[in-house]
């Protein structure tokens, strides 16, 4: 049974930084593409980047060049760093496969705000 658990979220200025972490259970992790999705309020959740098995990125335009996806999948993890942050990139962040499984698991809330 797969289990993703997201951590690392808070709230953080403008400007500033975060590195989400997402620990995966119950798979083969390292034949999966993983991913980062993010929700916000009122919105649908989406893509944010994701990252084959053979370590091929892709990152949503509206965070280009501030976010970096990696994964270690000695550890089954997988990791998301937010590096000039904008009250835009406020959701809650999840992991999951990509395409995603049925299973999610309960996020971690990122809020940037002065």
């Known amino acids: 049974q ?3 658990v997201e951590s690392g979220g808070g709230l953080v200025q403008p400007g500033g930084s975060l590195r989400l972490s997402c620990a995966a259970s119950g798979i083969i992790f390292s034949i999966y593409a993983m991913g980062w999705y993010h929700q916000a309020p009122g919105k ?3 893509l944010v980047a994701s990252m084959t098995s ?3 990125t892709y990152y ?3 965070v280009k060049g501030r976010f970096t996806i990696s994964r270690d999948n000695a550890k089954n ?3 998301l760093q937010m590096n000039s942050l904008k009250p835009e990139d406020t959701a809650v ?3 999951n496969a990509h395409p995603p499984w049925n299973y999610w698991g309960q996020g971690t809330q990122v809020t940037v705000s002065s």
Request: proline share 0%.
């Open 44 to 46: 649908q959740r989406e």
């Open 93 to 95: 962040y999840y992991c």
């Open 77 to 79: 993890m997988v990791y």
């Open 2 to 4: 797969v289990q993703l």
């Open 54 to 56: 053979g370590g091929r």
């Open 60 to 62: 949503a335009d509206s």
